[in-house]
């Protein structure tokens, strides 16, 4: 039986993807900052355990409860949105610690166990503001452009080891709490100071007319998929939104 530890299973994307490879008769390893019940399926193949994908010791412990894992998906990540003016250092910092560094730490500690068994699979969620020119996303598009750079340099030198490593690109979706959570850095009126407040409302109405939208299933699918893709593809769209950005790009 394969195990897959996947970060950020709290809730959207990470959720539904570790309720996918439980489906599908895998052993899940579903980490989360703040483990609550009733979440995720209770069973023997499905484990809940904490982590902050900032702590060391946190990882460390991780790893060690975990045991030999088949696949690590970084799913974890802090949303932000506003303009660069607007948002504090201290934001743009937590979003690079969780989004980009906790991304390189978690890899890290796992690739010990991949080289020296030479199998394993590291799938990093970036999004798909990677795809396109979007608005007030500055930050956090920043933090996940870095990790597709650092998954494209990573493979290369997994390669050898018969260690793959993939991105998955996920568009927007209705029914995840990213927006509330993205806005939580600072109040509206910092986050979009008053001369930018012209250009913002006009950048999001154009958002809200959109009629592509993600699934959170749609992750969880692509994610399967690029789990067991051996043909050396490294991004992977997911969702009607991020597969046509992919397209027109």
């Known amino acids: 039986m394969k195990t897959v530890l996947i970060t950020g299973t709290s809730s959207g994307y990470g959720r539904e993807t570790a309720r996918h490879f439980h ?27 904490e982590l902050d994908v900032t702590e060391p010791e946190s990882i460390t412990a991780v790893f060690e409860a975990a045991g030999p ?12 949105m506003g303009v ?27 690739l010990p166990q991949f080289r020296e068994r030479g199998s394993g699979v590291v799938v990093n969620v970036t999004s798909s503001v990677v795809l396109g020119h979007m608005p007030l996303s500055a ?4 933090s996940k452009m ?17 260690v793959r490593a993939k991105t998955v690109e996920p568009g927007a979706c209705l029914t995840t709490n990213f ?8 109040s509206p009126d910092e986050l979009v100071p008053a001369p930018y407040a012209p250009w913002a409302r006009t950048a999001m109405a154009g958002f809200a007319g959109q009629d592509l ?5 749609d992750v969880a699918e692509t994610v399967w998929r690029a789990v067991h893709d051996t043909t050396g593809q490294l991004r992977f769209p997911a969702g009607a939104d991020a597969v046509w950005l992919a397209q027109a790009k």
Do not use: H
């Not at 930050?139 to 920043?142: F, I, N, S, T």
């Not at 939208?213 to 299933?217: G, P």
């Open 23 to 49: 489906a599908q008769g895998w052993r899940v390893i579903a980490s989360m900052r703040t483990p609550r019940t009733g979440l995720l399926p209770e069973s023997d193949r499905l484990r809940v355990v």
């Open 84 to 110: 660069l003016e607007g948002t504090p250092m201290a934001r743009v910092r937590e979003v690079f610690e969780t989004n980009t560094f906790g991304v390189m730490a978690m890899t890290q500690a796992v």
């Open 139 to 142: 930050v956090y598009k920043a």
């Open 69 to 80: 894992v088949d696949v690590l998906v970084n799913n974890a990540g802090v949303p932000s």
């Open 213 to 217: 939208f993600t699934e959170e299933s």
């Open 179 to 186: 927006a509330a959570r993205a806005t939580s850095g600072g």
């Open 146 to 162: 870095a990790v597709e750079g650092f998954t494209a340099s990573l493979a290369l030198e997994l390669a050898p080891f018969g």
